[in-house]
């Protein structure tokens, strides 16, 4: 029987993937909320969603199996029965800031009262004060910002499946998040991969789950063979998570033997490594030339494992060498977004034209704004397959980031 899970590369033939569709989290906020919660723009929801409809339909026609997280979340609770969804839902509202208190029975009777699929949607789309016939009083809620307009904030970069959780051959890493606004979110995965029918009890490894205070997220996590990840140094994934994230690789059987950890730039538009840098083709990657210092160069260090359980690290700084050595090519084409022209290249990026999907060797899937990226793609032999993309980038992602692979044919 095919494995639940099994990724030994970014480009093998995708067979299962998942995808949350964008819904009511990704407009249920104002422009000052915007920072905190990650976004630079409120998408209109229509066409986000027609959007993404689209991209869930370029994958299915392309042979690949679309699971929703949202669907699957729903269906692990249920399937894990009334213990399982109460510690769900204690879980979720203490991560919320409501661990006990007057507030927290009132949310609690609330999201009970509904179905399992209504609770898990309402919890993804934010709860508004004046949702709920209740007001706070006492000295708790007193010190709280009454003007704020949310009991729960809505989880708009839900549709990033990429990013919570990464799958890494047999296994997967359940992520410790960055930001507040994103803490939630492996909440789910984390039900989903206990409890739900189509994973619980099929030997799913779990190489680093979310309790954890160091963080790292998927966009950094690149499946490079079936023995060498690549992961990025970066705004959201620390040198210590990385360190832990080895040992636990390193001592199993999950087959992994090498680490590339690739130092980026720690900003918003390079947030991870597949903002800026990924895998497309056995010997072929997009690289956003503005993370190349001098004469092409980035600082990388190769993790093995060393002696006495130490981890070994090699630095070095020339990363197309390092990719040759890891996989054993001679050759390796490094494709620079927006053909290496700062202005293109700047505005390509920020619009996700490094993050390409990879759904076979050779094979992408890109938004159809960054046409000039997508062009030279197609120069250099690939096959690619534009998505509308003028909603859901203004959420700073593309299609990688909208993607979790589950299943890939290996190589
Ligand atoms: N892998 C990715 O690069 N995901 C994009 C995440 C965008 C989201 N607004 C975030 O800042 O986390």
Redesign the pocket.
């Known amino acids: 029987m095919t494995k639940p899970i099994h990724v030994t590369s970014e480009i093998g033939k995708l067979k299962t993937v998942l995808l949350k569709r964008p819904d009511v989290e990704v407009e249920n906020f104002t422009p000052d909320m915007m920072p905190r919660l990650?976004?630079d723009d409120i998408p209109y929801l229509p066409t986000a969603q027609k959007e993404h409809d689209y991209f869930a339909d370029t994958l299915r026609d392309n042979g690949v199996e679309v699971l929703y997280l949202e669907k699957l979340a729903a269906e692990a609770l249920d399937a894990g029965g009334d213990e399982v969804k109460n510690t769900f839902l204690e879980t979720m509202l203490a991560e919320s800031g409501y661990a006990a208190g007057v507030t927290h029975d009132a949310l609690k009777e609330y999201l009970s009262a509904m179905t399992t699929q209504d609770m898990v949607n309402k919890i993804m789309g934010g709860i508004r004060k004046n949702e709920l016939d209740f007001v706070p009083r006492g000295l708790v809620s007193a010190a709280e910002e009454e003007d704020y307009e949310f009991f729960m904030d809505p989880m708009p970069?839900l549709y990033?499946t990429?990013?919570p959780a990464a799958s890494i051959g047999d296994g997967l890493s359940i992520n410790h998040m960055t930001f507040p606004a994103?803490q939630r979110e492996s909440l789910f995965m984390e039900n989903i991969i206990k409890y739900h029918p189509r994973f619980a009890d099929q030997g799913v490894q779990v190489w680093r789950d979310r309790n954890h205070t160091t963080r790292i997220?998927?966009?950094d996590e690149l499946v490079l063979s079936d023995s060498v990840l690549a992961i990025g140094v970066s705004q959201r994934t620390s040198a210590d998570a990385i360190e832990d994230i080895a040992h636990n690789l390193f001592s199993s059987n999950s087959g992994y033997e090498k680490i590339i950890a690739i130092r980026i730039p720690h900003n918003?538009a390079m947030?991870?490594l597949?903002?800026v840098f990924t895998m497309i083709n056995k010997d072929q990657f997009t690289v956003h030339p503005g993370i190349l210092g001098e004469g092409g160069h980035i600082d990388t260090w190769t993790i093995t494992q060393g002696n006495d359980g130490e981890l070994s690290l090699d630095h070095r700084t020339d990363l197309k060498q390092v990719l040759k050595d890891a996989l054993h090519l001679d050759d390796l084409d490094l494709i620079p977004t927006g053909n290496g022209d700062p202005i293109i290249a700047g505005r390509e990026q920020w619009n996700d034209g490094s993050?390409t999907l990879a759904i076979a060797p050779g094979v992408v899937v890109t938004y159809n704004r960054n046409y000039v990226s997508n062009e030279l793609l197609r120069q250099h032999g690939l096959k690619v397959l534009e998505v509308l993309s003028s909603e859901l980038s203004r959420?700073?992602?593309g299609p990688?980031?909208m993607s979790m692979p589950l299943v890939r044919e290996d190589l």
């Open positions: 990650l976004f970069n990033f990429r990013d994103r997220e998927g966009g918003h947030m991870h597949d903002t993050n959420g700073r992602g990688r980031c």
